[in-house]
């Protein structure tokens, strides 16, 4: 059994005690669930407040208590083609001295039991289980009926071992009756290495090219150089000794464990997951096996920009030095090389490959680079757009008005969270407010830097326009939170409804939709709430049983009969039925 960390320890309780602070939680348990879920996904708080079906944290919040399952917490990934649903069961101790154990196995049976009336769709599973999970079912009960989702079963705790041998081949076992179903396990070490973060330092360092094998082309504000190197000399580069990067004549065949400089990473796009994809296996088994030396050859090569960099034009095999280097495309290879590297150093050296050197300070023409080099595979485009001119400036702007915009997730996490503006929930809220689609600001988040980038990120788009709708959307959840029980639960699925009726009231006013008018605009919270409630009153009505209030908002019925009752108008067709029969 591993002995427990003090250090990995101490980085998720340190996350875990600022979650319960923000989220204004009872206990750390209660808070762990933000800090996974937050970690594993790309979610807002909000979204995780949502995803969560524990029945102790769901009485903390004021629900009517019920049974939870096994299940704590259910994320149903509609990004991905077809959705994954992800299930989780999780444990968190505040004690370090009890964090080296395995995960309690008796949270088995009772998981196995929900999953088997789950896809059986027991028409009596609906009625022993709380509302929040309830909610969760029916949604699943839905994507069955219209896709063929994935389903993945998650165990994570603070603790150092996921289940025993004998549990795990239990567990595993009890999922091949079911066809996509498969499990993931979450420990206090590899927990820790995702919430793992640190500050950027300029790399620098310089390497040798081969031979005179280079060629340099410069127009105005760019310099480029093409240059073929050997991987062994790119390794030394980018590691995370400074001293070594300087040294082009240091002997890497006795260095064991060289790490690499995440540092000149931060301006790659592309995320990189650890032997996470069969490119990045197949990279490696490339220089593992006997063909290295054709590495070359297989191989796109690496793209770096930086602020500078010099060499002498006469020499045969020059020495490059490069002035804060990023790697921009390629961070899949160079991670592949630097883990076949300390598992075999020596099938590094017959390893050469193609080096694209940009020099230039224009951060514009720098982020173009960046992207128009990442077009091979998918990256995520919040990623992508995080190191657009739209976005710096919108960090700067936002800057002087004493607040922190993260162009990057969690970019400011050292900074109070009332301080700190998300890119992608300025997305979400102006998709929903400015540009009419609250069903999508919520369910496909997407478009928010995909399809549709440029029409909410323009040279239009300053801090205050998304200010306005951000700070609206702050007081809803407010409320959301404070009222979001009884008759009043549906009020958790309909933030962004609410949002784009208080748009459409706003106009029918004559109040002008800008940032001085958030108090007027405000004001008409209680007739937003209001229409939504008579909207989702009626299709309630209609559907009878089959009802369910998390299916009516994904719906496109939301926001017409909103509309209608806005606009004076009676809904003149009948509610479509949107939850599967059990």
Known sequence: MKKQSAQDFAVIHQHVLRAKQDNSLEDESQAFHHVLLGTLFDLQDDEIDAAITDDHYRVAKGDSPGKDRGIDAIHIDERMT???????????TADIEKTQSFFPSNELDKISTFLSQLMARDSALPSDINAALHAKVAEIWDQISKTNPRFVVHFASNYTEGLTVEEEQRLRSSLKVYSDFTCEFHTQSSLANKLARRGRIEVNGKFKAIHKNLFEKSAGDIRALIVHVEAEQLIRLLCDNAA?????????????NVCISEDAFDDNVRVYLRQGSKVNRNIKATV???????????NNGITVTCDRFKYPTSQSSPIIELENAQVVNGGQTIHALFEAYNEKPAS???VELLCRIYETKDAVLSSRIAETTNSQTPVKTRDIRSIDIFQIKLEKEFEALGLYYERKRNQHAGKPKANRIDSERCGQVALAFYHKMPLEAKNKKALIFGDKYDDIFSEETTAHILLLPLRLFGNTETERVQRAKGQNAWLRYASYHILYALRLLAETKGIPLEFSQLDAIWKLYSKAKSALRAARNIAKKEQGKEFEDVLFFKSS????????????????KPAPRFAPKP
């Open 348 to 350: 590094i050296e017959p």
């Open 82 to 92: 077809p959705p994954v649903i992800h299930f989780f069961n999780s444990k968190y």
């Open 288 to 298: 593992l096996s006997a063909e290295n030396a054709r590495f070359f050859y297989f």
């Open 244 to 256: 070594l990067r300087s040294d082009v004549s240091a002997d890497m065949k006795g260095l064991k």
């Open 557 to 572: 019925l939301a926001k017409s009969r909103t509309e209608d009752f806005i606009a004076g108008k009676t809904a003149s």
